[in-house]
Structure formats: structure tokens, C-alpha cells
Nanobody, 122 residues
Framework: QVQLVESGGGLVQPGGSLRLSCAASGTIFNINIMGWYRQAPGKERELVAYIERDGTTDYADFVKGRFTISRDNAKNTMYLQMNSLKPEDTAIYYC????????????????WGQGTQVTVSS
């Protein structure tokens, strides 16, 4: 079974940096698009950034110029480098990936990690 595991979250002061990782493991034939989402208490989950298998990226306006998404296809791992962090970036950050587990499956499925907490505070 496919699983996604996030890591790298923690407590950081405003203006600081964190690097999140998302490692996919299990039965994987192909990973298509991958993305980072976040959810703050009492708010809806929102897209932060996504990255296609070929490296094409897009970002939410509120992180452009501060965050960088990347992936290592050989390691089935995605990263989010977060710089110039703001208190409003505080949220649980979730990894999402569109994955086809086997060739006979004939389709891909969305998988979610359990999230990693990012807290930006003085």
C-alpha cells in the first residue's frame, strides 16, 4: 500500500526558514503531480504549491518569492523550502500525490500524508 510521510516541520521565528520533505513509499508504478497543502485551525485546507513530474511548478500568491517546491523522482520525494516565514504561515502542512500503484491498476489515485505542524511565532 502507498504511504506518504511528511517531515521537517517545527517551531520557527518570523523571518526564519524550514524545509519540509514528503517521502512516498510502498507499491508505486508512477507518481504524477505532487503538491503541498496547508490547513490552519478553523480554516479550509488550501493549496500551497504543486509540481509536475517534469518539474513544472505553480504557487499560491501568498507564498510566491518565499517558498520553493522541488522533487527527486529517483527518491520518490518532494520538498518545500520555506523562507521568510510569517505567522500566517502557521498550519499543518500536508503532502498530496497522484499515484498509480501498479500498471494493472489502470488509473491513479490521490494519497495524503498525515501532515506536519509548522508554527511561526516569536
Amino acid at each position: 500500500q502507498v504511504q506518504l510521510v511528511e517531515s521537517g516541520g517545527g517551531l520557527v521565528q518570523p523571518g526564519g526558514s524550514l524545509r519540509l520533505s514528503c517521502a512516498a513509499s510502498g507499491t508505486i508504478f508512477n507518481i504524477n503531480i505532487m503538491g503541498w497543502y496547508r490547513q490552519a485551525p478553523g480554516k479550509e485546507r488550501e493549496l500551497v504549491a504543486y509540481i509536475e513530474r517534469d518539474g513544472t511548478t505553480d504557487y499560491a500568491d501568498f507564498v510566491k518569492g518565499r517558498f520553493t517546491i522541488s522533487r527527486d523522482n529517483a527518491k520518490n520525494t518532494m520538498y518545500l523550502q520555506m523562507n521568510s516565514l510569517k505567522p500566517e504561515d502557521t498550519a499543518i502542512y500536508y503532502c498530496n500525490a497522484d499515484i498509480q500503484p501498479t500498471i494493472v491498476a489502470g488509473r491513479s489515485y490521490h494519497y495524503w500524508g498525515q501532515g506536519t505542524q509548522v508554527t511561526v511565532s516569536s
